[in-house]
Each structure stands twice: as structure tokens, then as C-alpha cells.
T-cell receptor, first 114, second 114 residues
């Protein structure tokens, strides 16, 4: 157990729907990162939050949004889902803003859009 | 912006044989460097990291990596592979100056034959 908790582990939904993925960072970590992993694109950085504030944005689609709450858990919202959004979504956390000590990853949420 | 290349998509090694996984990075200065391992259905686990100092870094599970500035490489090695090492391995790079998140390579899948 890495200390980073992601729920749900699996999600199957239809095109056009909206889903919310949840992440609780490791105790003491203030930064949360979201990554998308697919066979063709590899690990793609989506977005980072630090202590409730957005800190960095990567290849995140406009249909996707995220937030970090006062208790530091984070949610990734995916809307108007398309077949191509099927992927593993990972959350990672770190103590610092820059994550130079490395990230601790959760076990991921596997999203299947049908 | 930094980038990471892992030239081998798949590598097959016999159990007990030595292993070297290649990683090359592109960055204007010396970056922070990491190796992660992902077992099937799991998140990414940090194997080792390089910040500064000794260019040979020891990690968990008997892995080591050597930073070679002249070659912009950070190859991962293990003297004797065990069947349980079969997994996907990711090299990652982080910037020392300014602010950025980790950039991951596309991964190398290690298969271990009996």
C-alpha cells in the first residue's frame, strides 16, 4: 500500500457520460498530480494541485477538470466521455510543490468507455 | 522542455541473467532522474532516484542506475534477474530550475524467461 488511495478501481460508462475519479494523497503530502496512461500515449501528465491551488497543467482536455479540497483529497472530473478516453488514470502525491523527491502513485482507476 | 527516451519497448531476459534498461534524456542541464516500476494492475513504484553526487545510485530490489552526463543517460541495471522482476519500467526526468512536473518515458516491458 503506497498510501495514495484512488477510487473507484474500475469504472465502465457510456459515451457522453460524466464520471468523477477520487484521490486521497499520502498523509503529509500537499501536492496531487493526475496522469493518464494509455497504450499509445504512455503516461501523460494532466494537472497538478498544491495545497488546494492549481500549479501546473499538462495535456488536459477542456472536457476534463479537477480540484483539490481543503482536506487535500482531489477529484478528476471527466465529461462528455469518448471512446478514446478509456485509459488508466493515476493519481500521485508529493510533499513539495516540485515533486523533486519523486512521486508516490496510487494504484489507478481503469476507465472503460463503451 | 525535458524529454525522456526509452529505446527498448520490450526486453526478454533469462532468469539469473543480468539486465540493463536504457534511458536517455534531453534537458539543458543535469536533471533529477528517476526509475519507476509498474507491475500488472498496479501503480508505479519508485525504484531509485538521482539528485547529485555519486553517479551510481542504489535502489530497492537490488537495482542500480548510473548517471552518465556525457551520454545523457541513466541506465538501470540488475546483476541477476528474478522472475518477479517481470514488469514495466519507466524512466522519468524532472527539472532542477524553475518549475516543472516529472516527464516519463514510454516504458520498457521486461519479460523474464525460465
Amino acid at each position: 500500500d503506497s498510501g495514495v488511495t484512488q477510487t473507484p478501481k474500475h469504472l465502465i460508462t457510456a459515451t457522453g457520460q460524466r464520471v468523477t475519479l477520487r484521490c486521497s494523497p499520502r498523509s503529509g503530502d500537499l501536492s496531487v498530480y493526475w496522469y493518464q496512461q494509455s497504450l499509445d500515449q504512455g503516461l501523460q501528465f494532466l494537472i497538478q494541485y498544491y495545497n488546494g491551488e492549481e500549479r501546473a497543467k499538462g495535456n488536459i482536455l477542456e472536457r476534463f477538470s479537477a480540484q483539490q479540497f481543503p482536506d487535500l483529497h482531489s477529484e478528476l472530473n471527466l465529461s462528455s466521455l469518448e471512446l478514446g478516453d478509456s485509459a488508466l488514470y493515476f493519481c500521485a502525491s508529493s510533499v513539495a510543490q516540485t515533486g523533486t523527491g519523486g512521486y508516490t502513485f496510487g494504484s489507478g482507476t481503469r476507465l472503460t468507455v463503451v | 522542455a525535458q524529454s525522456v527516451t526509452q529505446p527498448d519497448i520490450h526486453i526478454t531476459v533469462s532468469e539469473g541473467a543480468s539486465l540493463e534498461l536504457r534511458c536517455n534524456y534531453s534537458y539543458g542541464a543535469t536533471p533529477y532522474l528517476f526509475w519507476y516500476v509498474q507491475s500488472p494492475g498496479q501503480g508505479l513504484q519508485l525504484l531509485l532516484k538521482y539528485f547529485s553526487g555519486d553517479t551510481l545510485v542504489q535502489g530497492i530490489k537490488g537495482f542500480e542506475a548510473e548517471f552518465k552526463r556525457s551520454q545523457s543517460s541513466f541506465n538501470l541495471r540488475k546483476p541477476s534477474v528474478h522472475w518477479s522482476d517481470a514488469a514495466e519500467y519507466f524512466c522519468a526526468v524532472g527539472a532542477r530550475s524553475g518549475y516543472s512536473t516529472l516527464t516519463f518515458g514510454k516504458g520498457t516491458m521486461l519479460l523474464v524467461s525460465p
